[in-house]
């Protein structure tokens, strides 16, 4: 019984002696790495330059525009239940003197899922 007690104890001290030299090892390369990079920030913070951003000028379309008038921009669905499918159509009209393109249609949260043609 006290050889295994005794071959445990050695066993334990072989395993934490090793994890301790791999522990000095670890942070002896934590150490390199982190005044690497504190010399690249040095390098790099005398490198960057300040730049102004550029305004873009205002370009007005040329000839005609669409537009267009919502027939209704709201809607009451009143009490709905738990599980209820309810559906509304927007409808609007093309008041511009141009094709209206929709591209896409997002709406302004995500409790509603639009389905647009």
């Known amino acids: 019984m006290k050889t295994i007690a005794l071959k445990a104890f050695v066993l334990a001290m072989l395993i934490s002696g090793i994890t301790a030299c791999n522990d ?14 504190a010399e690249m920030e040095k390098t790099n913070s005398t490198e960057a330059t300040a730049t102004t951003p550029v305004k873009a000028p205002d370009v007005k379309p040329e000839g005609p525009i669409p537009a267009f008038e919502w027939a209704s921009t709201e809607h009451d669905f009143g009490t709905i ?37």
């Open 24 to 37: 000095s090892a670890s942070e002896k390369k934590i150490a390199a790495l982190e005044s690497r990079l």
């Open 81 to 117: 239940n738990e599980n209820d499918v309810v559906t509304h159509t927007y409808t609007f009209k093309n008041t511009g003197e141009s094709p209206l393109i929709i591209e896409g249609v997002r709406p302004s949260c995500g409790c509603t899922a639009p389905n647009w043609t």
